[in-house]
């Protein structure tokens, strides 16, 4: 097979400007999801929703037991001189006592207290607290759905800016070489000063181009080391790798077509998917919390018992105690509250309304997305098919432009358009690729494909 002198620049290119991306540690794409689900924020955060749920329904379910107390007192006392006038037919007599003894108190209680009826508060608790820790638990999966789906849309963005950063390198070698041509036809008297200069101009923008491009990838890595809870300045000792990703144009095509939705299949995922599911069941624990606010205006029947005792005496070594036993049954009637609880409830069913208001949305929403998404991919494919034939064709005019101006059968200008359109060609067909791959992924999460 043929080499031309284009394909063999753009292999040495690629070859030595590869050699650059060679870390000191290699993230794939299992890598990089594995990590984002052990340190991602979101991550840590649903985790951390879900223990305060379940320490939420442990709190509930443990205001059913009785409740118990002691307490246990002592006292002194120390009386003061005092002067004490009596009347004795009419003539005062006053008297002066002496000092009493300093007398000790010694007292204890020990009780219990049980909740017979409150209004069912505690039981729509028990109920609302259920529905939260459900909540929790669809958040969490949902979340582990999302932070996987957008680890895997910014490690694509990483390699998309990295190939474009390649093109980028490959295009201002191939440029550069043609440079070095132009100026030994010029010195050779073939072209004019002119075609240097135009040549230069455009070895100038190429260097503009991949200063930028690298720029972009640096970002995109940055991006994708965020997810991961990996600091940005470590970022050049980590190295992306296609392990485990299939850019080829068969495989992604193989993919997108098990990619169909139909009626049944949407509506089995709107009573499925993680993000809906949990928000019916934070709508089900705002109905059971409208219970619970409701309680308060019925009325409450407690019982308690306990065992208390006390004494007195001057010495403290040797007070006698009375024991007794107490009990009873305490009914407690709401009368009139200024309204506040019967204006709670109305909030709190305004705030159900609009929560099922939300969960109608979102269900709209989710059928918008997944109408967008296979558009996008229907686009995506069309566009790849596209790109394929203007880059075959892009790089063949390339060829013939370079070949007939080497030999001065062409102008230094032809050469000039034939390069920019083969980059313009080279960058939309990585483009096309990675959003080709990208939209099938899309696709994918939101079918509910991803289960991480």
């Known amino acids: ?6 394909t063999i620049l753009t292999l040495f290119a690629l070859n030595a400007f590869g050699q650059q991306f060679s870390g000191s540690r290699e993230i794939t794409l299992d890598d990089a999801i594995k990590l984002a689900l052990e340190k991602n924020y979101s991550s ?6 879900l223990e305060q749920a379940q320490y939420g329904r442990s709190k509930a379910g443990d205001a059913l037991l009785p409740s118990a107390n002691g307490t246990a007192s002592y006292g002194y006392h120390k009386g003061l001189t005092s ?3 009596t009347d004795y037919f009419a003539t005062p007599i006053t008297t002066t006592t002496a000092v009493p003894d300093a007398t000790h108190t010694l007292s204890y209680n020990v009780g219990a207290s049980f909740n017979i009826y409150n209004g ?18 669809y958040n969490l999966k949902w979340t582990r759905q999302s932070v996987a789906y957008n680890t895997i849309a910014a490690y694509m963005n990483a390699l998309r800016t990295r190939e474009l950063l390649r093109s980028a390198q490959t295009t201002y070698s191939q440029d550069s070489a043609q440079l070095v041509r132009v100026q030994a036809q010029f010195e050779a008297g073939a072209v004019a000063i002119n075609s240097v200069y135009q040549q230069q101009a455009v070895v100038g923008q190429d260097e503009l181009q991949r200063i930028q491009s690298q720029n972009n990838y640096d970002n995109a890595v940055t991006d994708l080391l965020f997810l991961l809870d990996i600091p940005p300045s470590n970022h050049a000792d980590y190295d992306l790798s296609l392990k485990g990703v299939d850019t080829s144009v068969t495989g992604i095509a193989s993919r997108a077509n098990q990619l169909k939705s139909d009626p049944t299949m949407l509506a089995d995922l709107l009573n499925h998917r993680e993000d809906l599911a949990a928000q ?4 089900q624990s705002q109905e059971e ?9 019925l009325p409450s029947l407690n019982a308690n018992i306990g065992i208390g005792g006390s004494g007195t005496n001057t010495n403290i070594s040797n007070i006698p105690l009375s024991h007794a036993l107490t009990g009873g049954l305490t009914l407690s009637v709401p009368i009139f509250d200024r309204m506040q609880t019967r204006i709670q409830l109305d909030i709190q069913r305004t705030q159900l309304d609009e929560s099922k208001v939300q969960l109608d949305q979102a269900e709209q929403q989710f059928r918008s997305d997944i109408a967008k998404a296979e558009n996008n991919l229907r686009s995506a494919q069309q566009a790849l098919d596209a790109s394929d034939r203007a880059l075959v064709a892009a790089e063949e005019s390339l060829r013939s ?12 200008v032809d050469v000039i358009i034939a390069e920019a359109q083969a980059q313009t060609a080279r960058v939309n067909r990585i483009n096309a690729v990675y959003n080709y791959l990208l939209a099938a992924k899309q696709l994918e999460y939101l079918l509910g494909r991803t289960n991480y």
Do not use: P
């Open 401 to 412: 432009a370079t070949e007939r101006a080497r030999v001065g059968a062409g102008i230094q």
């Open 120 to 137: 069912g508060f505690d039981a729509a608790s028990i109920s609302s607290s259920e529905s939260q820790l459900d909540a929790a638990r």
């Open 280 to 283: 019916r069941a934070n709508i």
């Open 1 to 6: 097979m043929k080499l031309t002198v284009t």
């Open 44 to 49: 840590r955060q649903a985790i951390l929703q």
């Open 289 to 297: 919390g409208i219970s619970v606010t409701r309680s308060a205006l």
């Open 83 to 85: 002067v004490t006038t």
